[in-house]
């Protein structure tokens, strides 16, 4: 610390709420600095598994947990969340400040989301049916509604009769769907701002002032490099921008407070929605993995997409993001295997590269190398040092480490907070 950015590098879903609530523990405060609910992170407290959505992980810890302007926010979404770690003990009011900049999710984002990917049919994206992309696609076209614009009960009618008047026109006449009620709509904002008033604020001081305060600031990415807007598999990606770079504008600091930049990878590689995937496997090992890592969206339940670890894909979103260290998670989850292969390249068109091609036209094209290595055959879930790992496990990370070009700091192997060895 004292200011961290954990971010993932695969295509989402690699540990990050596990990381995060691992760091968490040194922070004072916890901030996610884009997309939405979306995300899902998970993190078992002994027998007690918490999903979070929106609110960041470390409020698990009591720290203060900040939702920053680059992010889209339901509020409905954020309330059900708030009541739910309520009931199980967890304070949120108090320790949740939320960005008056901040774009809010409303209800014709996720009715024409579901209607668009209806009409894209086989060419869907595959999306969480959150609201995700259209919030951010108003917000771009400069018709979002903002957390901050709640406020003010005569500009939010105003505002939200002209946004909705144009929204029921694309939802009736394009897309042939119900339009949504406006004066509905107008009273539950207004409830849900009665009920989050004092958690809205400028957020860009708060986490300013602590850094400046040389407090620990912990800074949440949400899915994974891979899903970025501009840099992953377009379009099969996400709205927003999960590199670390997007911190600065996504909270509103400068990009000088960033002193490390920790990146979350699986031991293998998942996915969920559409799109390329050079690692995939066959059904039958992908059903194996899939059932002992639980590899099940935590946001939709979805089965994941399984892959072997893929240092290209590694090694660009190092790049991307200026990741110093890997922490690597669900290693136990290979003790299975005789051997595993680890992509270390592609073959495009008789041709090998090293670099992962931005078309996915070309990336179709490419098919993955790889090279093998020997298992370990254990189970390593209760090894709490590196050097108790087993050497075929050892040499697993410290191939991963070569071809990537970073060290691996941290290496997860099991879901419980005691399940994690630091290097
Ligand atoms: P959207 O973010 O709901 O628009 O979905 C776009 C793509 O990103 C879909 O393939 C989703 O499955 C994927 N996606 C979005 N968030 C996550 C995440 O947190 N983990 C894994 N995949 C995600």
């Not at 590196?386 to 050497?391: E, I, K, T, V």
Request: with cysteine; charged share 25%; net charge negative.
């Amino acid at each position: 610390m004292p200011a961290t950015v954990v971010v993932g590098s695969q295509w989402g879903d690699e540990g990050k709420g596990r990381v995060v609530d691992l760091l968490a523990e040194e922070a004072d405060l916890v901030v996610r600095y884009q997309g939405g609910n979306n995300a899902g992170h998970t993190v078992w407290v002994g027998d007690q598994r918490y999903a979070f959505h929106l609110i960041p992980t470390g409020i698990l810890r009591g720290k203060l947990s900040v939702l920053g302007a680059g992010m889209v926010i339901d509020l409905e979404v954020l309330l059900e969340e708030e009541s739910e770690l309520a009931s199980r003990g967890v304070p949120v009011q108090g320790n949740l400040r939320i960005s008056e900049n901040a774009h809010l999710i409303l209800p014709y984002h996720k009715l024409i989301e579901e209607a668009e990917e209806k009409r894209r049919g086989k060419r869907a994206i595959g999306t969480t049916r959150r609201g995700i992309g259209p919030a951010y696609e108003d917000k771009m076209a400069r018709r979002g509604l903002r957390v901050g614009d709640l406020r003010d009960p005569d500009a939010l009618a105003e505002k939200l009769s002209d946004v909705v008047e144009y929204k029921n026109l694309m939802l009736t006449k394009v897309y042939k769907s119900p339009p949504v009620d406006p004066d509905r709509l107008y009273t539950d904002l207004r409830a849900f701002y009665d009920h989050f008033a004092d958690a809205i604020c400028d957020t860009s001081v708060i986490v300013h002032d602590a850094l400046v305060q040389e407090q620990r600031v912990l800074f949440e990415g949400a899915h994974g490099a891979m899903l970025d807007i501009d840099w992953g598999t377009y379009p099969y990606v996400t709205s927003s921008n999960p590199l670390a770079g997007a911190v600065s504008a996504g909270i509103g600091i400068g990009p000088q407070w960033i002193d490390r930049i920790v990146g979350a990878a699986k031991a293998y590689t998942t996915r969920v929605g559409a799109g390329p995937f050079p690692t995939e496997v066959e059904e039958d090992i992908a059903k194996d993995m899939r059932d002992s890592g639980g590899e099940y969206g935590s946001t939709t339940g979805r089965a994941r997409r399984i892959g072997w670890f893929d240092a290209v894909v590694v090694g660009k979103t190092v790049r991307l993001n200026g990741i110093q260290g890997l922490a690597i998670t669900h290693l136990d989850v290979l003790g299975r295997f005789e051997e595993i292969p680890v992509c270390v390249g592609y073959r495009c068109g008789g041709e090998q590269v090293s670099v992962l091609p931005n078309q996915i036209e070309l990336l179709a094209r490419c098919e993955a190398v790889y090279e093998s290595l020997p298992g370990w055959k254990s189970d390593i879930s209760q090894v709490k040092r590196f050097a108790d790992l087993p050497q075929n496990a050892q040499r697993y990370l410290r191939h991963i480490e070569e071809l990537v070009g970073v060290p691996v700091s941290h290496v997860l192997v099991g879901r419980q907070r005691d399940q994690s060895i630091f290097i």
